[in-house]
């Protein structure tokens, strides 16, 4: 959500953005997990229990909804 990013199908290759799925460019520090392990383990601890922020939240929606698009493939990406 920080940038356009591709996703080559069969079908060719689709640039995607992140209002296109409504929701809003981040910087690349508003989603950063950190420098170490730790740190990356604490960022997903509080993305699962909720305190991950929303542009962290919003990335792990949009990954998911790629990968039950990918999984499926006979749903619109919006609907995922």
């Given at each position: 959500?920080?940038?356009?990013?591709?996703?080559?199908?069969?079908?060719g290759?689709?640039?995607?953005r992140?209002?296109?799925?409504?929701?809003?460019?981040v910087?690349p520090?508003?989603?950063?997990?950190g420098?170490?392990?730790a740190?990356?383990?604490?960022?997903?601890?509080?993305?699962?229990?909720?305190?991950g922020?929303r542009?962290?939240?919003?990335?792990?929606?949009?990954?998911?909804?790629?990968?039950?698009?990918?999984?499926?493939?006979?749903?619109?990406?919006?609907?995922?």
């Open positions: 959500l920080t940038a356009p990013w591709d996703v080559a199908t069969e079908g290759t689709t640039t995607w992140a209002a296109d799925l409504g929701m809003e460019e910087l520090d508003a989603i950063a997990g420098t170490s392990k740190a990356y383990a604490a960022t997903i601890v509080d993305i699962l229990s909720g305190k922020g542009a962290r939240e919003d990335v792990v929606v949009v990954n998911a909804a790629f990968a039950l698009r990918c999984g499926e493939g006979d749903e619109e990406i919006g609907v995922c």
